[in-house]
């Protein structure tokens, strides 16, 4: 005997996977940007030079200006405030007025192989030696009255702390005084061609790192 009720039919949902694979990546797409957008966004606080610092120089408080830069992943390689200066800091490589410090920049100064020496040189010096250029210390020792060895490089990638600029009657001179870093091992050969009156002279070895 056949039932004459009305029956019931079940709908069944099919999904396409394709739009749950699409849904998937839109969510991930929307995730990615706003994480990029975030980390865009945010920015590390490091020492910028407040103005140049030389080779030599003793890094202090006063030199440094706090700023709040984008860095990525890099921030590592530069100075942050949260380093100790209270112990003492060496400049170690020239760093401009509003560039940021690197890491690689500085070294602790009981740890340092380089003193000043402050040499006379005659005649004019180039126009692209300034403080902070890397220069060859060279000399021709005196063999008698006017007369000198062929020269030779006596110290080789010394680094100017400063041109000392000529007063008074030292003005009208023919020369100039410059402030070197030289090694320490390099100091005695220095003053003894002073003292023995050879020819010193000094010849850039690179690019001047301050204009």
């Known amino acids: 005997m056949k039932t004459t009720g009305s029956t019931r039919t079940r ?31 945010r920015t590390t606080a490091v020492y910028t030079a407040r103005h140049t610092l030389t080779v030599g120089d003793q890094l202090r408080s006063a030199d440094l200006v706090e700023s709040q830069v984008q860095l990525g992943g890099t921030a590592d390689l530069y100075l942050v405030p949260a380093a100790n200066l209270k112990r003492g ?26 003193t000043s020496v402050v040499v006379d040189i005659p005649g004019r010096l180039a126009a692209s030696i300034v403080a902070g250029s890397v220069v060859d210390i060279w000399s021709a020792r005196a063999t008698g009255p006017s007369e000198y060895a062929p020269p030779t490089i006596l110290v080789g990638q010394a680094v ?21 870093l030289v090694p320490k091992a390099s100091v005695g050969v220095v003053l003894e061609a002073i003292m023995n009156g050879d020819a010193v002279a000094i010849v850039p070895v690179n690019t001047p790192v301050v204009p």
């Open 89 to 114: 800091l060496l400049v170690t490589q020239t760093v401009l007025a509003g560039e940021l410090v690197a890491r690689s920049a500085v070294g602790q100064a009981s740890g340092s192989d380089v």
């Open 160 to 180: 100017i702390v400063r041109i000392v600029e000529p007063t008074g009657i030292i003005a009208a001179g023919n020369g100039q005084s410059v402030e070197m």
């Open 11 to 41: 709908r069944r949902f099919w999904v396409d996977p394709r739009f749950v694979i699409g849904l998937v990546l839109v969510a991930a797409s929307i995730a990615g940007v706003g994480a990029i957008v975030a980390g865009s966004d």
